[in-house]
């Protein structure tokens, strides 16, 4: 990907996280979120969505790059060409990198009386086409206009950090007050609510459809994941994750550094067979990540099992059939492991016993396909 290819999706990203704080931070009945609609975001007091009455709206733009002066008149322009909209604010990750005083609304005005000789399809051009009567008989009627934005809308700056931690005081306070035992379900819990309204928005997008998130599908989504995602549970979609993972799961494969993928090339020589098994391992490593501080004992002894199903594996094994790797990893990894703590089926349990095949796995438990050297 090109540097502007990482920029443009950097500015997606930032664009997408200012988005889920608002949603988080002014959670109301009456209330309705659109992404890419009119504006970058808007937000409306939607009583219409209960009951016939006029709404109140707020446009808001995001940019994560710095902004100047020329940008700064396209934000304004979009603003103008909008004027039946509310309360405006401009959310940017850097600050301006002029001053706004009163040379600006003549930069403005200028930018518009200029846009008469751009091409149609652009802002400038957009907002001259609009205002050029005003233009031609009182340019001080939109010198007005452009004045009242300067002096009315409100600029918060906020980096990509300070975004995050925005985001998690937010969230944390108000969805995980039944969170007790472990912070990290905590992070977890925003991390799968993320990528829930990602997801949706990645499918209206598909549609070439704004996505508007009203408030009944934000409370859905955030009972969805704290069901998924407590003290007590942690359910994933593993379809979902699986894809999510497979890239990392791929770049670890290509390096061949890890003794995981070492082992399981002895088991399975194609690429498609050692991805799949890092996936499992990394969906382990995922699911361990959460418990490892306030339940290291019960992992422990989880790894244990795992390790002591190994052994019993190969036992089981004749002379011949314990030194081929293919039939140790197969004896092994359908053996159930004993516990309440580890999900019911094979994913995790393949991935608990591909994790033990690690570098940094202590002698006792470490479990080993074939030998690499042989």
């Known amino acids: 990907m090109t540097n502007a290819g990482i920029t443009s999706q950097y500015g997606f990203l930032y664009q997408r996280k200012v988005f889920i704080y608002y949603a988080l931070s002014n959670a109301a009945t009456n209330q309705s979120y659109t992404f890419e609609g009119k504006d970058d975001i808007e937000v409306s007091t939607e009583d219409g969505l209960f009951c016939i009455h006029s709404s109140s709206t707020g446009s808001i733009q995001v940019k994560s790059a710095s902004i100047d002066e020329a940008s700064f008149c396209k934000v304004i322009c979009n603003w103008l060409l909008m004027d039946e909209l509310g309360h405006h604010t401009l959310f940017t990750e850097n600050a301006l990198s002029f001053t706004v005083n009163d040379s600006t609304v ?88 993320i990528s829930y309204i990602n997801q949706d928005i990645d499918n209206s997008i598909k549609s070439k459809s704004p996505y508007m998130l009203i408030y009944p599908n934000l ?119 004993a516990g309440s703590l580890l999900p019911d089926g094979v994913v995790y349990r393949k991935g608990c016993y591909i994790y033990l095949t690690g570098d940094n796995i202590d002698e006792d438990f470490l479990i080993t396909w074939g030998d690499e050297n042989g």
């Not at 200028?110 to 000789?117: F, Q, S």
Request: contains cysteine; negative net charge; glycine residues 2%.
């Open 219 to 337: 409370i859905k989504t955030i009972m969805q994941v704290s069901d998924e995602i407590s003290d007590e549970r942690y359910v994933t979609n593993i379809p979902e994750l699986k894809k999510k993972l497979k890239d990392d799961a791929s770049r670890i494969v290509t390096e061949r550094a890890t003794r995981e993928v070492k082992q399981l090339y002895l088991v399975d020589n194609s690429d498609q067979f050692v991805i799949d098994g890092i996936v499992h391992e990394l969906l382990y490593k995922d699911f361990r990540e959460v418990y490892i501080t306030q339940k290291e004992m019960e992992l422990i002894n989880l790894e244990q099992d795992a390790h002591e199903n190994y052994e019993t594996a190969l036992f089981s094994l004749d002379e011949n059939d314990s030194h081929i790797a293919r039939k140790v990893y197969r004896e092994t990894v359908k053996m159930p492991i």
């Open 106 to 193: 003549n930069a403005i005005i200028d930018y518009i009386c200029n846009g008469k000789d751009k091409k149609k399809s652009s802002i400038a051009r957009r907002t001259y086409d609009r205002f050029k009567e005003i233009i031609t008989t009182d340019v001080s009627l939109l010198s007005a206009k452009v004045l009242n934005l300067l002096q009315s809308y409100k600029q918060i700056v906020l980096g990509m950090d300070a975004l995050d931690k925005r985001l998690e005081e937010v969230f944390f306070s108000n969805y995980c007050q039944d969170i007790k035992e472990y912070d990290l379900a905590k992070a977890k819990r925003l991390e799968r609510f």
